[in-house]
């Protein structure tokens, strides 16, 4: 294996970091099916799969270099939350923790030279960009939403349009 050992397991963490979102919008899409607000469990869902996707490319990633992915535990995903609100700040907070973990590992590899992985996460750090801004944007019309059935539905019916690749 040419990648540096602390390199390799922080490739390896962040698979398990990528799946923890997996898990976290999957439980958050259960939680709205059980409000049957379809429409954000639908989008929840759709950010699940993206999460699985980006897990696997660091996946792909690790044995590109020659190395084999390491799998760790998951811990169980929160299931249920006090508000709508509330679940659309759990989004946006675990989106800023996974933030704080891609630029941990961009500065790991930059401390190791490790080009090819620095070059490897400027997609994630993209991404976490994108991502943060949809979580906080869904957080805000929520909160617009405030007690309001009728805006809550329309939020619902918004979430719902998300198309492939958003
Ligand atoms: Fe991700
Ligand atoms: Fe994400």
Redesign the pocket.
Known sequence: MDLDKEVYDGLNKQITH?LE?WYTYLSLSAYFESKTLLGAAFWMRKQAE??MG??MKIFDYIHQRGAKAELGALPKPASSFPSVVAAFEAALAHEQK?TAHIYALLSLAESKSDEATVSFLKW?VD??VE?EDSARKNLDLAKMCGDSAAALLQLDALLAKRKEGD
């Open positions: 990528e979102a993206e999460e980006h897990a996974n994630f991404e976490q991502e």
